[in-house]
C-alpha cells in the first residue's frame, strides 16, 4: 500500500518565476491538505481540498493556489515567487467521512528561492 | 486564533531514560484532536500518538505516553526507555472537529538521544 507521494524531491527557482508541485495521497484517501514548513518551525496550514474544491485555506496570499484531480491527486501552485517562499511543503491525506482527524504526511517538496 | 506552544527548543536524553516534551495549546472549541508527530532528519512526518479531546483516559502507544490536562490545556509527551532512533524533532499538533484536516503545529522540540 502506496503512502502519500510527492514530486519533485528538491527544486530551485529564480524569484518572480511560478512553480507547480505534486502530490498524490495515500490509497483509500479522498482529502489533501498542504502546508509549507519554513526551517526551524512547524508547518502552517495552506489549504486543503475535498471533492475538488478548496475547502479550508490558511492565511497564505493568492499567490498560492491549487486543484485537486478526479483521482484524488492533488497540485499545489505558487506564482510570482519571492526568497521567503524557500521551504518545506508538505501534503498530507486523510479520508473524509472516516477518521479524518488523522492525516499522513508525505516526504515533502524543497523549494529554493534564488 | 489557536496556537500551540511548545517552550522546549531542544532537549537531549541519555539512551535508556526517560524524557518528557511539554505542549500547551489554546482553543476555545471544546471538540479536537491532539497529536505528537515525529520528523527525523529524513524529514517524513510521522503520527506518534494522538488523543481524543473527550477522552479523560491518556493514550499510551508502547514507549510513548501522554498526560493530558483539559482544564490546563496541556498535553506532553513522555518517552520511555528511550532510543537512539528516537532522535528527531517532535512537533505537538491540535485539530478540531469544525476544521477537520487542518493542524496547527507548535513550533517543535528537537530532541537528541546520547548514546
Known amino acids: 500500500d502506496a503512502g502519500v507521494t510527492q514530486s519533485p524531491t528538491h527544486l530551485i527557482k529564480t524569484r518572480g518565476q511560478q512553480v507547480t508541485l505534486r502530490c498524490s495521497p495515500k490509497?483509500?484517501?479522498?482529502?489533501v491538505s498542504w502546508y509549507q514548513q519554513a526551517l526551524g518551525q512547524g508547518p502552517q496550514f495552506i489549504f486543503q481540498?475535498?471533492?475538488?474544491?478548496?475547502?479550508q485555506r490558511g492565511n497564505f496570499p493568492d499567490r498560492f493556489s491549487g486543484h485537486q484531480f478526479p483521482n484524488y491527486s492533488s497540485e499545489l501552485n505558487v506564482n510570482a515567487l519571492l526568497l521567503g517562499d524557500s521551504a518545506l511543503y508538505l501534503c498530507?491525506?486523510?479520508?473524509?467521512?472516516?477518521?479524518?482527524?488523522?492525516?499522513?504526511f508525505g516526504p515533502g517538496t524543497r523549494l529554493t528561492v534564488t | 486564533a489557536q496556537t500551540v506552544t511548545q517552550s522546549q527548543p531542544e532537549m537531549s536524553v541519555q539512551e535508556a531514560e526517560t524524557v518528557t516534551l511539554s505542549c500547551t495549546y489554546d482553543?476555545?472549541?471544546?471538540?479536537?484532536?491532539l497529536f505528537w508527530y515525529k520528523q527525523p532528519p529524513s524529514r517524513q512526518m510521522i503520527l506518534v500518538i494522538r488523543?481524543?479531546?473527550?477522552?479523560?483516559q491518556n493514550a499510551t502507544e508502547n514507549r510513548f505516553s501522554v498526560n493530558f490536562q483539559k482544564a490546563a490545556k496541556s498535553f506532553s509527551l513522555k518517552i520511555s526507555d528511550s532510543q537512539l532512533g528516537d532522535t528527531a524533532m517532535y512537533f505537538c499538533?491540535?485539530?478540531?472537529?469544525?476544521?477537520?484536516?487542518?493542524?496547527?503545529f507548535g513550533d517543535g522540540t528537537t530532541l537528541t538521544v546520547k548514546p
Open positions: 488523543q481524543e479531546a473527550y477522552k479523560q
Open positions: 482553543t476555545s472549541e471544546s471538540n479536537y484532536y
Open positions: 481540498y475535498y471533492e475538488e474544491e478548496e475547502r
Open positions: 490509497s483509500g484517501h479522498d482529502t
Open positions: 499538533a491540535f485539530m478540531t472537529n469544525t476544521n477537520a484536516g487542518k493542524s496547527t
Open positions: 498530507a491525506s486523510s479520508q473524509t467521512g472516516g477518521q479524518t482527524y488523522e492525516q499522513y
